[in-house]
């Protein structure tokens, strides 16, 4: 069965956060998911207030570019959040926006390496594995969480290309698809992580009319999460949650 999320986009201001949770939360939706583009709202912060102002709702990350953060502090955040709230927190990791790594002083030479690299690390240690590893952008030594959760997150790595796609069924739980306007899209990623991974899709809607049938036909592809965002110009997401009631 295919579940559905909507987007809290972070054009939004995040004081308007706590309203939107509360809406989905009355509205029975299974999931409400954040963004961490440059420069606006953490998305580590900001899943943690959600997931503090509801009781049911789950909340997804999607996504975290992996050069901001060591993998061992990515990986004590993401752990916090999975004890404290269990079974509600799907986390994606992410090269992120080149230009904007450049802009922080963060690019690597190769983005997919250091996704695989961290994806790794970040998925050993919420295990409760003792990680050492040498590699071309991650070093760790005899790292442990003390307080790993007792059933990981769901991990996802977010990917548009087939070589980051395949890296996704290879390293992760599934993959992140961004910005889905043809449902082809979905076949191939379903065809290249496999029928053992998940496939959660972004899709963007502008006419909420059309928003069931839209799921159907992503669905049909083979998404087992569809998340609807609103446009950058108008973000709000309770049109979109309304829809889906």
Same mark, same amino acid.
């Given at each position: 069965?295919?579940?559905?999320?909507?987007?809290?986009?972070?054009?939004?201001?995040?004081?308007?956060?706590?309203?939107?949770?509360?809406?989905?939360?009355?509205?029975?939706?299974?999931?409400?998911?954040?963004?961490?583009?440059?420069?606006?709202?953490?998305?580590?912060?900001?899943?943690?207030?959600?997931?503090?102002?509801?009781?049911?709702?789950?909340?997804?990350?999607?996504?975290?570019?992996?050069?901001?953060?060591?993998?061992?502090?990515?990986?004590?955040?993401?752990?916090?959040?999975?004890?404290?709230?269990?079974?509600?927190?799907?986390?994606?990791?992410?090269?992120?926006?080149?230009?904007?790594?450049?802009?922080?002083? @963060? +690019? %690597?030479?190769?983005? !997919?390496?250091? =996704?695989? &690299?961290?994806?790794?690390?970040?998925?050993? #240690?919420? /295990?409760? *594995?003792?990680?050492?590893?040498?590699?071309?952008?991650?070093?760790?030594?005899?790292?442990?969480?003390?307080?790993?959760?007792?059933?990981?997150?769901?991990?996802?790595?977010?990917?548009?290309?087939?070589?980051?796609?395949?890296?996704?069924?290879?390293?992760?739980?599934?993959?992140?698809?961004?910005?889905?306007?043809?449902?082809?899209?979905?076949?191939?990623?379903?065809?290249?992580?496999?029928?053992?991974?998940?496939?959660?899709?972004?899709?963007?809607?502008?006419?909420? @009319? +059309? %928003?069931?049938?839209? !799921?159907?036909? =992503?669905? &049909?592809?083979?998404?087992?999460?569809?998340? #609807?965002? /609103?446009? *950058?110009?108008?973000?709000?997401?309770?049109?979109?949650?309304?829809?889906?009631?």
């Amino acid at each position: 069965m295919t579940t559905l999320g909507v987007v809290f986009r972070p054009q939004s201001p995040p004081e308007e956060l706590r309203s939107v949770v509360e809406y989905a939360e009355a509205a029975g939706l299974a999931g409400l998911w954040l963004w961490e583009d440059c420069f606006l709202e953490g998305g580590l912060t900001t899943a943690a207030l959600a997931l503090s102002w509801s009781e049911r709702l789950r909340v997804g990350v999607g996504l975290l570019p992996v050069p901001l953060r060591n993998p061992a502090l990515a990986a004590m955040e993401i752990a916090t959040l999975a004890r404290v709230f269990p079974d509600r927190l799907t986390m994606v990791l992410g090269h992120g926006v080149q230009d904007w790594m450049a802009q922080v002083g @963060a +690019a %690597v030479e190769s983005p !997919v390496t250091l =996704l695989r &690299e961290h994806t790794l690390a970040v998925r050993a #240690l919420l /295990a409760g *594995e003792t990680v050492s590893v040498t590699g071309r952008y991650v070093n760790l030594e005899g790292v442990a969480l003390d307080w790993p959760p007792p059933t990981p997150p769901t991990l996802l790595v977010g990917a548009r290309g087939p070589k980051s796609v395949a890296l996704a069924g290879e390293v992760a739980d599934g993959v992140l698809l961004d910005t889905v306007t043809d449902p082809a899209v979905v076949r191939r990623a379903r065809e290249l992580v496999g029928a053992d991974r998940k496939v959660a899709v972004y899709t963007e809607i502008t006419d909420v @009319a +059309a %928003v069931r049938d839209w !799921v159907a036909e =992503l669905a &049909e592809a083979g998404a087992d999460t569809v998340i #609807l965002q /609103a446009t *950058e110009a108008a973000p709000d997401p309770r049109p979109l949650i309304d829809a889906l009631r």
